[in-house]
């Protein structure tokens, strides 16, 4: 797990130099090397090093980068956190022997070892134990077809000096960040937006995303990001740079099938599914402990998480693996309704796994307040992220190098009580009664109607409901569009949360906040795609009875977890005191002392004054005001 960036510049516009000032601002995400690829005017490789790691050994003929001088066409820059053969042999970026590839690598390939016999087969011979080197052989052997053979998570890059190109492509789902710009100077990319000030991309806001974000508290959902020039591929996308021309192209080279169906398909019955889910979810653990440094899990206390613990013990019980594992929660203060530390001591207690607590407070919150909204790049929609950045530092702290995470779950498995909602559309469509309308009927109702009413009305029917809302002016809504309304049936909802409007910033956050302490963090529910297809093929109905969200996974993690958790119908999620958060934010020096946003934020999208005046009432959504709070902080972030 690392950092990438790099970049195509037919008119020489960067220079070795530029890469090295990306090399400082990423150091965050590979602490343990550093290398460098250029093509030199006249096309010739060099390999290239700082001195902060000294000359790679595998490279004798590597140049210190000092000494290239001329700006160069093409320019590759790997900072590696180490996982998988964590000696000098993983040193990227990594060529292969006639220099014609070079792979610019961020990610984990779990079928690494399979494939590599594959390829052995077909004659390849490998020099390292690497997942890396079967990455670049792979695309050696099969082109871009290679994509669909990987399990994992990635962003990449590989440099195609015969076909005179840079192909580039994430992963499935968009797990690990690939962030580009093309523009006069030529096109470049990064794993990180910041690291595009050493590029001299202009930071100025993009209207779109910063009005949705205000609006409605959507983040990630397209490949617009929140600087108008700063783009990333979204899951399942690859992307092509003409190395003569520095101009690209882009395509979706994977899309998720779901079953449309109603609870029906012949000859599967409830109990297949479930054999089914659980045969998966046991292979899915045994290729996510494959790992050279120690490995531990973070718990919420959820049925998500505590399915990751659960079989994780369960494998390691199964492959005699030695030494206790450790799992980590950010806790709430004792007596809060979103404290979840009792199911998780119970879930770690289960596991034998050792129990580390952090529990973040508002002071903490706001010592590290700057460092949270740079590490994201873009302000979160809740401060829920800053437990979770909290978490990090806890793991980093006891030198745990890898983590097991739940995100996608609920994406795939149908467990958030909206879902209910689709449900209701889907059954009363099938000319059958819903169980669950008594208990979601109103909300669905609501959330139908709410669908109805036009953009331009969005503004009025928010602030019928929050006052707070009296911040953002209507205009906004205006550019921000509309927010979306129900989906008519369960699966067409977890196809959008899983590729667009829920997952993506999940996803973010967690590659951030996990990198800001050189920690990988593997979220399998998002990663493994045999288990996902699989999910997708099944009714979306069938995830969900007697208004019990998750139920096919409740039932496939019942020899795993204590049934007190599965059994659980609350919804917490990475919970944060909000409110309290909130309050001593605004109380505070630094958020007094901020200088007015630039002129297209403060006149056109609301009225900064207010916050501080709307956040003493109790009855207001705090969330609604951090969102204007966040955004006045980041504000000043892309002004610097």
């Given at each position: 797990?690392?950092?990438?960036?790099?970049?195509?510049?037919?008119?020489?516009?960067?220079?070795?130099?530029?890469?090295?000032?990306?090399?400082?601002?990423?150091?965050?995400?590979?602490?343990?090397?550093?290398?460098?690829?250029?093509?030199?005017?006249?096309?010739?490789?060099?390999?290239?090093?700082?001195?902060?790691?000294?000359?790679?050994?595998?490279?004798?003929?590597?140049?210190?980068?000092?000494?290239?001088?001329?700006?160069?066409?093409?320019?590759?820059?790997?900072?590696?956190?180490?996982?998988?053969?964590?000696?000098?042999?993983?040193?990227?970026?990594?060529?292969?022997?006639?220099?014609?590839?070079?792979?610019?690598?961020?990610?984990?390939?779990?079928?690494?070892?399979?494939?590599?016999?594959?390829?052995?087969?077909?004659?390849?011979?490998?020099?390292?134990?690497?997942?890396?080197?079967?990455?670049?052989?792979?695309?050696?052997?099969?082109?871009?077809?290679?994509?669909?053979?990987?399990?994992?998570?990635?962003?990449?890059?590989?440099?195609?000096?015969?076909?005179?190109?840079?192909?580039?492509?994430?992963?499935?789902?968009?797990?690990?960040?690939?962030?580009?710009?093309?523009?006069?100077?030529?096109?470049?990319?990064?794993?990180?937006?910041?690291?595009?000030?050493?590029?001299?991309?202009?930071?100025?806001?993009?209207?779109?995303?910063?009005?949705?974000?205000?609006?409605?508290?959507?983040?990630?959902?397209?490949?617009?990001?929140?600087?108008?020039?700063?783009?990333r591929l979204q899951g399942g996308q690859s992307l092509t740079v003409d190395l003569r021309t520095g101009s690209f192209t882009r395509k979706q080279w994977h899309q998720w099938t779901v079953n449309s169906s109603f609870d029906y398909?012949?000859?599967?019955?409830?109990?297949?599914?479930?054999?089914?889910?659980?045969?998966?979810?046991?292979?899915?653990?045994?290729?996510?402990?494959?790992?050279?440094?120690?490995?531990?899990?973070?718990?919420?206390?959820?049925?998500?998480?505590?399915?990751?613990?659960?079989?994780?013990?369960?494998?390691?019980?199964?492959?005699?693996?030695?030494?206790?594992?450790?799992?980590?929660?950010?806790?709430?203060?004792?007596?809060?309704?979103?404290?979840?530390?009792?199911?998780?001591?119970?879930?770690?207690?289960?596991a034998g796994f050792d129990f580390y607590t952090t529990q973040p407070d508002g002071a903490d919150l706001l010592s590290a307040f700057q460092d949270l909204i740079y590490t994201l790049d873009e302000p979160p929609p809740g401060l829920n992220a800053f437990s979770q950045y909290a978490v990090f530092q806890k793991v980093a702290s006891e030198g745990v190098r890898v983590t097991l995470d739940g995100q996608g779950a609920d994406e795939i498995f149908a467990g958030y009580p909206r879902h209910n909602q689709s449900l209701i559309l889907e059954t009363l469509s099938a000319n059958s009664f819903p169980s669950a309308i008594e208990?979601?009927?109103?909300?669905?109702?609501?959330?139908?109607?709410?669908?109805?009413?036009?953009?331009?009305?969005?503004?009025?029917?928010?602030?019928?409901?929050?006052?707070?809302?009296?911040?953002?002016?209507?205009?906004?809504?205006?550019?921000?569009?509309?927010?979306?309304?129900?989906?008519?049936?369960?699966?067409?909802?977890?196809?959008?949360?899983?590729?667009?409007?829920?997952l993506p910033f999940l996803l973010k956050a967690a590659d951030r906040n996990s990198m800001r302490w050189s920690i990988e963090s593997r979220m399998p529910f998002a990663d493994f795609h045999p288990l996902v297809e699989a999910v997708f093929a099944m009714p979306g109905s069938s995830k969900i009875q007697q208004g019990q969200t998750k139920y096919l996974l409740r039932k496939a993690a019942a020899p795993f977890v204590p049934s007190v958790i599965l059994q659980r119908r609350d919804k917490v999620g990475f919970a944060a005191p909000n409110r309290d958060w909130l309050s001593v934010l605004l109380k505070s020096d630094f958020v007094r002392d901020l200088p007015s946003m630039p002129d297209f934020l403060d006149e056109k999208m609301f009225e900064v004054h207010r916050l501080r005046f709307l956040a003493n009432p109790d009855a207001v959504d705090p969330l609604v005001l951090w969102r204007g709070l966040g955004l006045k902080v980041w504000g000043k972030g892309i002004l610097k």
């Open positions: 797990m690392c950092g990438i960036a790099g970049f195509v510049s037919p008119s020489f516009s960067w220079n070795a130099e530029t890469l090295l000032r990306v090399s400082e601002t990423l150091a965050h995400r590979g602490p343990d090397d550093e290398g460098f690829f250029f093509l030199s005017q006249n096309r010739q490789p060099v390999h290239s090093f700082s001195g902060t790691f000294g000359k790679p050994l595998l490279l004798p003929e590597s140049k210190l980068i000092s000494e290239i001088a001329q700006p160069c066409s093409v320019g590759l820059l790997h900072r590696r956190l180490a996982i998988i053969a964590p000696e000098a042999e993983g040193h990227q970026p990594m060529a292969n022997p006639d220099q014609t590839l070079i792979l610019d690598y961020n990610g984990e390939v779990y079928n690494y070892l399979t494939l590599r016999k594959e390829l052995e087969e077909l004659g390849c011979v490998f020099t390292t134990r690497t997942d890396t080197e079967v990455v670049l052989q792979a695309y050696k052997i099969w082109g871009e077809a290679f994509l669909e053979k990987l399990d994992g998570m990635w962003s990449m890059a590989i440099l195609d000096l015969e076909k005179n190109i840079l192909f580039a492509s994430t992963d499935r789902t968009g797990i690990k960040p690939f962030y580009y710009h093309s523009g006069p100077s030529g096109f470049c990319f990064a794993s990180e937006i910041k690291a595009f000030r050493c590029f001299g991309v202009d930071f100025t806001p993009n209207p779109a995303p910063v009005s949705r974000f205000l609006a409605y508290g959507q983040s990630d959902e397209t490949d617009e990001t929140m600087y108008r020039n700063i783009f398909q012949p000859g599967v019955s409830e109990t297949e599914r479930i054999d089914t889910i659980r045969e998966l979810l046991l292979d899915m653990i045994r290729l996510r402990l494959q790992s050279d440094v120690p490995l531990g899990v973070c718990l919420s206390g959820g049925i998500d998480s505590s399915t990751m613990a659960g079989l994780t013990a369960f494998a390691d019980r199964r492959s005699h693996t030695t030494g206790i594992r450790k799992a980590f929660m950010a806790t709430m203060a004792p007596g809060s309704p979103q404290d979840e530390s009792g199911f998780a001591r119970m879930m770690a207690a289960k208990e979601y009927g109103l909300e669905t109702l609501w959330s139908w109607i709410r669908s109805k009413i036009p953009s331009a009305k969005a503004h009025s029917l928010l602030l019928s409901k929050k006052p707070e809302y009296g911040i953002f002016r209507e205009e906004l809504f205006a550019l921000a569009g509309s927010k979306g309304g129900i989906f008519p049936s369960v699966n067409t909802a977890l196809e959008d949360e899983y590729t667009r409007s829920s």
